[in-house]
């Protein structure tokens, strides 16, 4: 099909001076920039322009409909059943994806999940997998059709054929101050969303400070933003926005992650997790058509976890993808860092506050996360949290326990994680867990946390 061809300048200028730009427009702005025929200033000012002055729903939806036809649209009937997917914004010791997606699974819902690597301050469930010995997230697309098929379940990175277009304008963002647009950040997780062949989206909007969005009604209108465009293309999706104040669970970094994910699915997992994890799985279930409704999604994620099919689930995608299955069935066996330090409480008192990003940027100092996209990662870096908000603490009582290979990290890392701890003589009140679901129909306070 031959495209309209538009003046790039006249463009960039109608979305400078803030007037809306039609479907057609921005498709030429995506083909053309993916084409190479727009340069990355011309782009770049584009996305400034969109930052500045927004995007409304129908630009948006234009937006992540030229990314996602940049690339392939996943064919996944070979497996049967609805596909689910769930998506994070990402946060501080975000280990959920590990634990929901083999419950899922053995429920019966096939689960297509292409997941990222760890962001800033925040982990990438890419980089925890690859924490397992052995275990590969680089895959075809032939490939991954087939382990979906075989197993249900398959957990990979994303490919060069599933939106290029998000590939190369992502890239371009990160360098140019845009990544914090609520229609920008929406249209780069739908188009790749969309793109993996899925039926139905559970997405989890974190907020609060380990979150991307620190601010609960930005990240509200982010999670309408996001389920406007999913029900748009025509597939079901549920968000719920879920508290991001504190680390979930007690373990951040890579392997830790994985063993706490472990714990969890054989029923010994942190209250917090479980919580949420039940919820996303149950929810993903009953888009799945596995349940009737939400709740008895729930319950069926529960007892996955009871009866063991969960965790045999884990064993045999671990199996499958390659990684080594000996070392999850005893975690204990993993190589530990070389310098496991503790972290003392300076007073008796509380736990007020805790502040999750502070306490991301002491993961990534200590190995477990990047400075740099080239940078390796290490496996075994990360902290456990000893103490959790409302807990009380002893002067010189262990808050966390902080595991590096780099020894010349841990001074910074002690002091950061220090002050990351507020710790008072009134217990706190605990916020709730969970906040808002937003489906096709609204916003809706969420009662049960
Ligand atoms: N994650 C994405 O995939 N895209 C964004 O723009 C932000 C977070």
């Not at 793109?195 to 979150?211: F, N, P, Q, T």
Request: with cysteine; hydrophobic share 35%; glycine share 10%.
């Amino acid at each position: 099909m031959t495209q309209k061809k538009f003046n790039t300048v006249s463009l960039i200028r109608k979305k400078r001076d803030g007037r809306e730009l039609t479907s057609e427009e921005i498709q030429y702005l995506i083909r053309a920039y993916t084409d190479d025929e727009i340069p990355d200033y011309q782009i770049s000012s584009f996305l400034m322009a969109a930052f500045l002055n927004g995007l409304n729903d129908t630009e948006a939806a234009a937006l992540t409909e030229s990314m996602l036809h940049s690339g392939i649209v996943v064919d996944l009937s070979e497996t049967p059943g609805k596909k689910v997917d769930k998506h994070s914004t990402g946060g501080v010791g975000d280990k959920l994806s590990l634990i929901l997606a083999p419950i899922v699974a053995a429920c019966g819902v096939p689960v297509p999940m292409i997941s990222g690597r760890g962001l800033g301050h925040t982990g990438g469930t890419l980089d925890k997998l690859e924490s397992i010995p052995g275990f590969t997230v680089d895959v075809t697309l032939d490939r991954y059709k087939e382990i979906l098929k075989k197993q249900n379940l398959v957990l990979v990175g994303q490919t060069e054929e599933i939106a290029p277009a998000d590939k190369r304008i992502y890239a371009l963002r990160d360098v140019t101050g845009t990544v914090e647009s609520i229609p920008l950040i929406a249209g780069s997780i739908m188009s790749k969303k969309l793109a993996e062949g899925i039926d139905a989206l559970v997405l989890d909007v974190k907020y609060g400070s380990g979150a991307f969005m620190k601010d609960k009604e930005q990240a509200t209108k982010l999670a309408q933003t996001l389920v406007g465009i999913g029900e748009k293309f025509g597939k079901q999706t549920i968000a719920y926005l879920t508290n991001m104040e504190q680390p979930l669970g007690n373990a951040v970094g890579n392997w830790l992650e994985v063993k706490e994910s472990i714990d969890c699915l054989n029923g010994g997992g942190p209250e917090d997790v479980m919580e949420i994890t039940h919820l996303l799985a149950g929810t993903m279930i009953y888009l799945g058509e596995k349940a009737d409704s939400i709740e008895e999604g729930i319950e069926k994620s529960r007892t996955a976890v009871d009866d063991g099919s969960a965790f045999q689930k884990w064993l045999d995608i671990v199996e499958e993808q390659g990684g080594d299955t000996e070392v999850v069935k005893n975690p204990d066996s993993y190589p530990k860092a070389e310098f496991i330090e503790e972290v003392k409480s300076q007073k008796t008192g509380f736990v007020t506050k805790m502040d999750a990003y502070a306490m991301g940027m002491v993961s990534v100092e200590l190995g477990a996360g990047r400075r740099a996209k080239e940078d390796d990662v290490d496996p075994a870096a990360g902290f456990i949290l000893h103490k959790k908000i409302g807990d009380s603490v002893k002067e010189n009582e262990t808050i966390a326990t902080l595991h590096t290979n780099n020894k010349g990290t841990l001074t910074d890392a002690k002091q950061g994680m220090a002050d990351a701890v507020i710790i008072s003589d009134m217990k706190p009140p605990v916020g709730k867990q969970i906040a808002y679901k937003v489906d096709k129909n609204g916003v809706h306070n969420y009662n049960k946390g």
